[in-house]
């Protein structure tokens, strides 16, 4: 036992090593990032300055500290750091002005309090069974609100106004996270057939009110996620592939009923048909990407802002332009760890709750992100989705950084109880001595 705890201490300390390392990496592409953008127009840019200073500086104390508090994933959220302040340093790079990047910190802001609230929210909140309706009820209720007080954007109905020209909500961000949670309580109770078919209908209550909405991107990741998890839950392929059928059919359905959506599909299969309306966006997002390169033209370089919402939905594309394929492809990867030490944490659950729960928050960043870059690369039909973690927007970050927080709150559960295992088996080996 002894020597197996050491193995184990060994273990820990060089994970703890790997992770130093990563993180003054980290901290020495802020740092550098921030202050040669601080310096591009001649003139000192000191909000670009003093964020040179903030990040590297948020990013160590919350490093270094939370894992004392919480034996919390450390990769994760070093990763996770990574990639907030590629999303700063992006678009202070490509903004028309210093407020996209100022907000952008501020969301980023917010959403690591939405972290810690989820980390607290995971350990210490326990009575799911009794909440499911009350979260049903508020998540249906959300949701259609945009239906009522929305406003219409790019053929869809799911913004609500909070104040005009500065501060906007999206609904569907938001319940995504009480999505998880619901469809997670429901698929857990192994002995209730009723409970699971609870969860597909308030799933699919979800989907059919963003058609409603004509919010079609967040309908395919509510959709994708909630065949996912009840495939995961129990295994019956025959009604997971029947629902993948309905969603096909849905889909056809979905390009013969909206307009948006077969200039969406025409503008992907041949953008240079209509290279001045429908297939502008992704002939200008391809060009920004060709013309980056191995390495890249340089931060604060090229024609970023030529490409149609160059800040949310092609912010991929951008920084393609900016830093290059190689640089890319690093950042798809860090996606890739984030997904895979997810679906780590959840495969160590000794409860079926937190296992789906966490499967739920990998399984949406990663359909996210390739949703999203899928588009941008024109590998799939552009969707209504943003780039976790990097792409301009509140709601989309907090959302995001309130999944992370759930998924580090379940890494530090399932530390607590690998740690209350060392220690029962020490007592069990100090009492046969």
């Known amino acids: 036992m002894t020597k197996r705890i050491s193995v184990e201490t060994m273990r820990r300390s060089l994970k703890r090593a790997n992770v130093s390392f990563l993180l003054y990496i980290i901290v020495l592409f802020q740092l550098s990032a921030m202050v040669l953008l601080s310096l591009k127009d001649g003139a000192i840019d000191m909000q670009a300055l003093y964020l040179a200073g903030i990040m590297p500086t948020a990013t160590v104390l919350l490093v270094k500290l939370l894992p004392k508090i919480w034996k919390i994933d450390t990769l994760i959220l070093t990763l996770t750091l990574f990639l907030c302040s590629v999303s700063v340093i992006t678009l202070t790079a490509i903004a028309r002005s210093s407020i996209t990047p100022r907000n952008q910190a501020i969301y980023i802001a917010a959403g690591l309090i939405a972290m810690l609230c989820g980390i607290v929210f995971i ?56 999505l998880a949670v619901v469809l997670a309580s429901c698929l857990s109770e192994r002995q209730s057939r009723a409970m699971k078919i609870v969860a597909i209908i308030f799933g699919a209550l979800l989907c059919g009110i963003l058609l409603l909405e004509r919010d079609l991107g967040a309908l395919l990741l509510y959709f994708f996620l909630t065949v996912i998890l009840y495939f995961l839950a129990t295994s019956n ?131 996210q992100t390739l949703l999203i870059v899928g588009g941008n690369i024109r590998l799939i039909p552009l969707t209504g989705v943003t780039l976790p973690f990097i792409a301009s927007g509140g709601s989309s970050m907090v959302s995001c950084m309130g999944g992370i927080g759930l998924l580090l709150g379940i890494s530090s559960l399932n530390a607590d109880q690998d740690a209350d295992d060392v220690r029962r088996a020490e007592w069990q080996e100090a009492d046969a001595a």
Not at 124 to 129: E, I, S, V
Not at 137 to 163: E, M, Q, R, Y
Not at 168 to 177: A, H, I, N, R, Y
Not at 305 to 316: G, K, W
């Open 123 to 178: 350990r210490h909140f326990r009575r799911w069974g009794r909440w499911k309706v009350f979260f049903m009820v508020c998540s249906l209720g959300f949701i259609a609100l945009p239906l009522v007080i929305g406003d219409w954007h790019d053929g869809a109905k799911n913004w609500i106004t909070i104040k005009q020209d500065s501060l906007t909500v999206q609904p569907s961000e938001f319940v995504k996270l009480s």
């Open 237 to 367: 392929a025959f009604v997971s592939l029947l629902g993948l059928a309905a969603g096909a059919a849905g889909s056809v359905g979905a390009y013969y009923m909206f307009a948006h959506v077969r200039r969406r599909v025409v503008a992907w299969r041949n953008p240079w048909a209509d290279y001045e309306h429908s297939g502008y966006q992704i002939i200008q997002s391809l060009i920004a990407i060709g013309s980056g390169g191995l390495f890249g033209m340089g931060l604060g370089l090229g024609m970023p802002r030529v490409i149609p919402l160059y800040h949310s939905d092609f912010v991929f594309a951008a920084i393609c332009e900016q830093f290059g394929y190689l640089f890319a492809i690093c950042l798809l990867a860090v996606y890739v760890l984030i997904v895979m030490r997810g679906v780590s944490i959840a495969m160590s659950c000794r409860d079926g709750f937190h296992a789906l729960l966490a499967f739920g928050i990998v399984t949406m960043l990663g359909l």
